[in-house]
């Protein structure tokens, strides 16, 4: 079974960054296709951000220009660079892989406040 664990989330203020990191228990993790999903408080969950196994990447319209995705296959590591953070990115951020199956992670709260 393969395992997710996101780390990085916490509580920052208006205009402050984060860094989020999805390790992932995989020897395969190069094959896989990854993206990071969030659920606001009372919404549904919405895609932010996907690069797939050969490093392509698409963001969603309400991150792009301040969040980056990016891989490390060595380290089987997803990331996600979020800067100029907005009260409205607040929600619980999930990782997710997906190759012959889907994986998800179990989430790590981010929560934009002054």
């Known amino acids: 079974q393969v395992q997710l664990v996101e780390s990085g989330g916490g509580s920052v203020q208006p205009g402050g960054s984060l860094r989020l990191s999805c390790a992932v228990s995989?020897?395969?993790?190069?094959?896989?296709?990854m993206a990071w999903y969030r659920q606001p408080p009372g919404k549904q969950r919405e895609l932010v951000a996907a690069?797939?196994?050969?490093?392509?990447?698409n963001y969603a319209d309400s991150v792009k220009g301040r969040f980056i995705i990016s891989r490390d296959n060595a380290k089987k590591t997803l990331y996600l660079q979020m800067n100029s953070l907005k009260p409205e990115d607040t929600a619980v951020y999930y990782c997710?892989?997906?190759?012959?199956?889907?994986?998800w992670g179990q989430g790590t709260q981010v929560t934009v406040s002054s």
């Open positions: 690069i797939s196994s050969g490093g392509l990447t």
């Open positions: 995989s020897s395969f993790f190069s094959m896989y296709s």
């Open positions: 997710k892989a997906n190759w012959v199956s889907e994986y």
